[in-house]
């Protein structure tokens, strides 16, 4: 026994070796990550500056009168009030679900030879559901990130509403079955977009294995999202086709390099994170001195981008800095990991500064990384989907909530009058309006 307890203290005693650079940081025990930086600054305005409260409420508020007959504390009777002061409280009123019947005349028309009715705009048709209660669970589920059985918690619990999670979530395919052309739309704007960001990430359908695919573009404030079984780039060719007229922004993804592009620009910020983690374990000199060249021709890079030069000396500094990155590819190396950044280097080697060459193009993918993230919050609560009809509305929904937040409009109004428009018409608005279609760079 006390053998065993002393080859257990001196295996916890042991140095553990440096954590592979490509582990997820969720994979990680947190003993074994760096401690958390100290906030730089205080939180809250700055000394000086003034405060900020809520604004105050509409002129049409109600009133209420407080009064006192007697003292709170000894109970003598009180006379007259000496001062008044106000208070603004606002709050929401109790909420119970209101039950409309709708009587539907019908009648009979002598040119159609059939019976027409009055539109009902408040649901869908045959649904009891109405479209208000939709759109919001809808809002809370797939752009907050509520899961199903909480939704359906608080509508049974605060709201008095008794709903079924399987009920709801048919309603909600439904939905967005109908918001289908919406989601087209999308497509078809993506194709054309002029700088165009890509990421990818892991996700669930009924516990297998499948991939979230994010394509964005923050000029035309437009998000598009696609589940797929498939990580490898026939889904980039269905959905961009065989060439791309814009700019693809993406990281160093294999998947990337089976598509073409009129112009593609890669992450730099991936390739700064590839170098630091690297650095974490690999000392060797030969990497140190690597790693500090490269390192300094990508912030030089950076730096350039954001100045106001001639075109001149524009045009002369951006030829310098390829000139040295191909000094630094050229020479040859003994360090394995030397050797994998000079051959990934060489691979993209003209995908790297095109934001130097085009002021439109960022230098980094964290549009993309950006948008995805909200999905990437949705899957930590919930186990994604249990269906491949449950992924299609999961990816139809989020498509268009985050491309309306992006757009600074209401999804809630927007999604309302677009379903009372398919109730009364059977067809929908418009998302997009043909101003908004942006040409491509090849163009």
Same mark, same amino acid.
């Given at each position: ?28 025990? %947190? ?39 007697? /003292? %709170? ?35 009979? /028309? ?139 922004? /993406? ?66 500094? /951006? ?39 085009? %002021? ?84």
């Amino acid at each position: 026994m006390d053998q065993e307890l002393e080859a257990l203290k001196k295996a916890l005693q042991a140095p553990r070796p440096h954590p592979d650079p490509s582990t997820p940081s969720g994979m990680r025990p %947190p003993y074994e990550k760096p401690p958390r930086k100290a906030r730089k600054k205080r939180p809250g305005r700055k000394q000086g500056h003034p405060g900020v409260r809520r604004p105050p409420p509409p002129e049409n508020y109600q009133t209420q009168v407080h009064t006192l007959s007697d /003292c %709170p504390h000894c109970h003598h009777p009180l006379g007259e009030s000496c001062s008044t002061r106000e208070r603004f409280v606002e709050d929401i009123p109790e909420i119970k679900p209101t039950v409309t019947k709708h009587v539907i005349k019908i009648y009979y /028309c002598c040119t159609c030879r059939k019976p027409v009715e009055a539109p009902v705009e408040e649901a869908l048709p045959r649904n009891t559901l109405g479209n208000q209660l939709l759109i919001h669970t809808a809002y809370l589920h797939f752009h907050v990130g509520v899961p199903l059985r909480q939704i359906v918690t608080y509508l049974n619990s605060c709201l008095h509403f008794p709903v079924s999670p399987g009920g709801l979530a048919l309603a909600w395919q439904r939905v967005a079955q109908i918001l289908s052309p919406w989601y087209q739309s999308l497509e078809v704007l993506i194709r054309i977009c002029s700088v165009l960001h890509i990421d990818e990430t892991g996700w669930r359908v009924l516990g297998k294995a499948y991939w979230l695919w994010c394509f964005t573009s923050e000029k035309s404030r437009v998000a598009y999202y696609l589940i797929s079984p498939s990580r490898a780039s026939p889904v980039l060719k269905a959905v961009l086709g065989e060439f791309f007229h814009g700019v693809l922004v /993406c990281d160093f993804f294999g998947a990337y390099n089976k598509i073409s592009a009129f112009l593609k620009q890669r992450c730099l910020l991936h390739l700064l994170r590839d170098l630091i983690r690297t650095s974490v374990f690999h000392r060797t000199p030969e990497w140190r001195d690597f790693s500090k060249k490269l390192k300094r021709i990508i912030k030089d890079a950076l730096r350039l981008s954001i100045q106001t030069l001639p075109p001149e000396v524009y045009a002369q500094r /951006c030829a310098l800095i390829e000139q040295r990155l191909q000094t630094l590819i050229d020479q040859s190396y003994q360090d394995g990991q030397c050797k994998r950044l000079v051959k990934r280097l060489k691979r993209h080697q003209q995908e790297l500064f095109t934001f130097l060459k085009h %002021p439109e193009v960022p230098a980094d993918n964290n549009h993309a990384e950006r948008t995805i993230r909200p999905a990437v919050n949705i899957r930590k609560t919930s186990y994604c989907n249990r269906s491949e009809k449950g992924a299609k509305t999961q990816a139809i929904l989020m498509s268009i909530f985050r491309t309306l937040h992006l757009r600074q409009q209401d999804p809630i109004i927007t999604i309302e009058k677009a379903l009372r428009h398919y109730c009364k018409t059977g067809s929908l608005p418009t998302l997009f309006e043909k101003t908004e279609i942006q040409l491509p760079l090849a163009a």
